[in-house]
């Protein structure tokens, strides 16, 4: 039944973004590492971020922007989309991992 249900809301979004033109842009988080680190993509467009650890969990945050570090881990298997509206630099680490480095380049 659940995985009906995000079957259904998968298709919805693959049809959305293909009217749209604003395909989501993928982030893997593996062996403690944002793949790729860096990104560029266009304002509008929505950055998915996805652990596939086997068991490490991890976090996203923009602590740069000032934002508050996020209470929700992200446990294997785990996503998190955000999208980005306007154009700049959106730098981000892993909550616990600080070496854990990424940032996201919004262009026009
Ligand atoms: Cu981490």
Not at 78 to 86: E, G, L, M, N, T
């Amino acid at each position: 039944m659940k995985a009906g249900i995000f079957a259904t809301i998968t298709l919805l979004m693959i049809g959305l973004s293909s009217t749209s033109g604003a395909e989501e842009v993928l982030v893997i988080i593996k062996d403690f590492r944002f793949i790729p680190a860096e990104i560029s993509i266009k304002s509008g467009q929505t950055v998915r971020w996805q652990n596939q650890e086997k068991r490490q969990y991890h976090s996203v945050w923009f602590e740069a922007l000032g934002e508050e570090e996020p209470e929700d881990y992200l446990f294997p298997d785990d996503s998190y989309q955000r999208k980005f509206d306007q154009p700049g630099d959106y730098p981000y680490r892993c909550g616990p991992h600080p070496e854990m480095l990424g940032s996201i380049h919004v262009t026009n």
